[in-house]
């Protein structure tokens, strides 16, 4: 097992080569100078040039690179162009938001997501079926911005039960940090539930096929028995995967979400920074969710080996 | 009613017969009808199907593929994947209970527990993610007052009692780390597990290579010796039948055109296609000239004559067997076949 993990971050390595190469060269494609953003109104070549040479913007480009990564290796991403606070400390004070809003949205998706699937496969072709399928297509063509503005008009606006926009720190006041997240974790969790209960139900209908269920009926175990031990942990393989991807994109940041509920996460510190042409942080940040997504593909690798016996011994 | 009083007559006109049930049968299947939604109307895949098993005794029910033996098995179980299988007839009486008109639940306390059953595909019959231990253990759990420890040691012993290697180890492996006759002995030590009265084996040895095939008939017939439990073994293999039946049930089509007494099935089949199978077995002492085959192939539902269902495969059918079904008609004490002209030499002698 350890070797299996072991050989899954050395295949990871070269990955994280080629983003940070795509990372850095996406950089100097954008169009736009960025001294000519930090200097403003004055023009003086004299500024340009020693902002250029402060930035070290006049080296060849492989060597900016390897300047770049080998400090952003020490965990310096440099210092923000707009701000001048450091882009790690930067990207640390927005971390946490959005961890926190990644795990309560895949905890809307998953309670959502799983109990509909399976209910839906077990009364295959029924109204209870149809209803759950047609709410799981809604849920996935509703864009999450309308989403969100329609909760905001109704729950924020006319009842006044949840906070609309802004954060508070869980260390400041716990309570009111959930009643603010609760929305647009909602809002976030049940597009991935949509997903997640057509997978849950695919795989819930294809195992409840097989001969093992008939084996296990064949036993006299009670259905919900056959259901939730038999067939739910063999059509769980592929939906712990699938979780695990969609959690990493949730690590990338919900920009649209962010921005309608004005939640300082990566999503909104990623908008500003393209916006002021802030290159520092574009490139710590995407770099930072790209080695996120690297490590949420490794954990699926594992967690893949481990929800399933077979692949044990191969591993 | 005449089924009544043939099985009333039958003790009597032969009461030294060994097979002749003297107490009620253990399983007493009587007229089963199952119909598949969609099927032509009328069509039914296992059709009128009757015969009984008594305690401690093999029956064993012989056809070819689609014949319907599965079919049959898994709606006395109530396996059933219903839809699209629905059954439209019968009656299945079990010790006393009618097992067709049980509830979902009663049902499930009698499966694993009192009747119980051992399947074609041993590769795919056991869950991949749980180990062997486990799975026995949770079959006795369900059905007996114990503790899980105390199911794993059952589960144990069981795997001794199968002739599992390593037992001990055994119990903590997975499926995939076993071949596949050891994998049918994990389905037979689960089915079992819990003694029960009936065993149902559907085909336990087609998927295994032709060396384990003896090796785990021969299990199950001496675990079957050792507990008492009575069996229905469904095959196409006419040497296993030979040797382990007390009483045989030929289907064709859906139907069962000839049943009784191993000895009387063999030495004087009565239908057409039991005398057609019978040619058709490879023998080692007389090869002269080809094997016989029974020509043409089982009719698809939508072509299903009206009659007798072997109508266009039979060399002495008419217009009578096309046109009407036989009864399943005793022809001797304990022997029946569905045919309206057996027994043959009486009828067709100049044919035959």
Redesign the interface.
């Given at each position: 097992m350890l070797r299996y993990i072991g050989r899954r971050i050395l295949i990871a390595i070269p990955t994280l080569i080629i983003v940070s190469i795509m990372v850095f060269a996406l950089q100097k494609l954008l169009p736009g100078d960025p001294v000519l953003t930090m200097a403003g109104e004055e023009r003086d070549p004299q500024v340009l040039a020693y902002l250029r040479e402060k930035y070290r913007l006049d080296d060849p480009i492989p060597v900016q690179y390897f300047a770049w990564i080998g400090s952003a290796l020490t965990g310096n991403l440099g210092i923000s162009l707009r701000t001048d606070i450091p882009v790690l400390e930067l990207i640390l004070s927005k971390l946490p938001v959005t961890i926190e809003l990644a795990i309560m949205a895949m905890i809307v998706a998953l309670a959502i997501g799983i109990p509909a699937g399976i209910i839906s496969a077990v009364r295959k072709g029924t109204a209870v079926d149809y209803t759950a399928n047609v709410i799981a297509l809604s849920g996935l063509s509703i864009p999450n911005f309308w989403l969100g503005i329609m909760l905001i008009m109704l729950i924020s606006v006319r009842w006044k039960l949840l906070p609309a926009s802004g954060y508070v720190p869980p260390t400041e006041d716990l309570w009111l940090n959930i009643k603010t997240m609760l929305m647009p974790a909602f809002v976030l969790g049940t597009g991935l539930a949509a997903s997640l209960m057509r997978h849950t139900r695919s795989a819930m209908l294809g195992v409840m096929r097989s001969d093992y269920i008939r084996t296990a009926r064949a036993k006299g175990l009670l259905s919900r028995k056959v259901i939730l031990k038999h067939a739910l942990r063999n059509a769980l393989v592929p939906i712990v995967t699938l979780s695990t991807l969609l959690f990493g994109e949730l690590l990338a940041g919900a920009v649209l979400t962010e921005q309608i509920f004005t939640i300082p996460g990566f999503g909104k510190l990623i908008v500003d920074a393209v916006f002021n042409r802030d290159y520092a942080v574009v490139q710590g940040v995407v770099l930072c969710t790209a080695v996120g997504f690297i490590f949420m593909n490794l954990l699926a690798d594992v967690l893949y080996v481990l929800v399933n016996p077979r692949l044990r011994h191969a591993a | 009613m005449g089924r009544e009083a043939a099985r009333q007559l039958a003790p009597q006109s032969n009461p030294t017969r060994e097979t002749a049930p003297s107490a009620p049968p253990l399983l007493d299947v009587q007229g089963l009808s199952v119909r598949f939604d969609g099927a032509p109307k009328g069509v039914n895949v296992v059709d009128d199907v009757s015969f009984s098993v008594s305690k401690g005794k093999t029956l064993c029910i012989v056809g070819e593929s689609g014949c319907g033996k599965s079919v049959t098995s898994l709606a006395l179980?109530g396996?059933l994947p219903t839809p699209p299988a629905r059954i439209v007839a019968g009656a299945a009486v079990f010790d006393g209970q009618d097992l067709l008109t049980l509830s979902?639940?009663e049902r499930?306390?009698?499966?694993?527990?009192r009747i119980?059953?051992i399947?074609q595909?041993p590769m795919?019959?056991?869950?991949?993610?749980?180990t062997i231990g486990d799975q026995i253990a949770?079959?006795i759990v369900?059905?007996r007052k114990v503790s899980k420890a105390e199911a794993m040691e059952r589960a144990l012993d069981m795997l001794r009692k199968v002739r599992i290697p390593a037992p001990e180890k055994r119990l903590r492996a997975?499926p995939?780390?076993m071949s596949g006759g050891m994998r049918q002995r994990v389905?037979i030590a689960?089915?079992l597990a819990n003694d029960p009265q009936l065993l149902i084996a559907d085909e336990p040895t087609t998927a295994l290579d032709v060396t384990i095939q003896a090796q785990i008939l021969t299990l199950i017939r001496r675990l079957q010796e050792e507990t008492g439990t009575a069996m229905i073994l469904i095959t196409h293999d006419l040497g296993v039948v030979a040797e382990v039946a007390d009483e045989v049930a030929v289907m064709y089509a859906g139907r069962v055109v000839e049943s009784g007494p191993v000895e009387a099935i063999f030495d004087d089949p009565q239908h057409p296609y039991t005398i057609g199978l019978m040619g058709s077995v490879p023998s080692l002492g007389r090869r002269q000239g080809r094997l016989a085959t029974i020509r043409g192939t089982v009719p698809p539902a939508e072509l299903m004559p009206k009659g007798c269902r072997f109508t266009p495969r039979c060399p002495f059918s008419d217009g009578h067997c096309a046109n009407d079904p036989p009864p399943l008609a005793e022809i001797r004490p304990g022997h029946r076949a569905r045919c309206w002209y057996a027994p043959l030499e009486l009828h067709r002698g100049a044919a035959s």
């Open positions: - | 179980m396996l979902e639940r499930s306390d009698l499966r694993g527990d119980a059953m399947f595909e795919t019959s056991l869950n991949p993610a749980f949770e079959g369900r059905h997975y995939h780390e389905m689960m089915a």
